[in-house]
C-alpha cells in the first residue's frame, strides 16, 4: 500500500522559512517524479513545484520562482520543498505527489504534471502578514 506522508506545516511570519518534507513508502521511490500543489481557502488547487526522478530537473510556479527550493533525497524516499520569503499568499494547504513525470513548457506560469496518481493528505502552512 502506497502511503504519502507530508509534514512541516506551521504558522510563520512573513518574511520567513519553512521546510515542508514528504516521504513515500510502498513503491520504488527513484522511478517517480515528485510534484508540489497548494490549495488555498476558496480556491482552486495549483501546482507548485516538481522534481524528475533522479532531481536533475526541477520547475516552479511562477509565483514561486526564486523563493522555494525542491529536492529529493531516494536514499531517505524523501522530497522537500524548502520556502524562503514567504508572503502571506503562500497561506495554504501544501500536498505532494508522485507521478510518471513533470515537465513546463516555456511561458507556462505553473509546471506541468503526468499522471500523479499517490497524494498525501496534506500539511498546513500559514502565515502571518
Known amino acids: 500500500q502506497v502511503q504519502v506522508v507530508e509534514s512541516g506545516g506551521n504558522l510563520v511570519q512573513a518574511g520567513g522559512s519553512l521546510r515542508l518534507s514528504c516521504n513515500v513508502s510502498g513503491l520504488t521511490f527513484g522511478d517517480y517524479a515528485m510534484g508540489w500543489f497548494r490549495q488555498a481557502a476558496g480556491k482552486e488547487r495549483e501546482g507548485v513545484s516538481c522534481?524528475?526522478?533522479?532531481?536533475?530537473?526541477?520547475y516552479y510556479a511562477d509565483s514561486v520562482k526564486g523563493r522555494f527550493t525542491t529536492y529529493r533525497d531516494n536514499a531517505k524516499n524523501t522530497v522537500y520543498l524548502q520556502m524562503n520569503s514567504l508572503k502571506f499568499e503562500d497561506t495554504a494547504m501544501y500536498y505532494c505527489a508522485a507521478g510518471i513525470g513533470c515537465g513546463q513548457r516555456a511561458g507556462d506560469p505553473e509546471p506541468d504534471y503526468y499522471n500523479m496518481d499517490y497524494w498525501g493528505k496534506g500539511t498546513l502552512v500559514t502565515i502571518a502578514s
Open positions: 522534481i524528475s526522478w533522479n532531481g536533475g530537473s526541477t
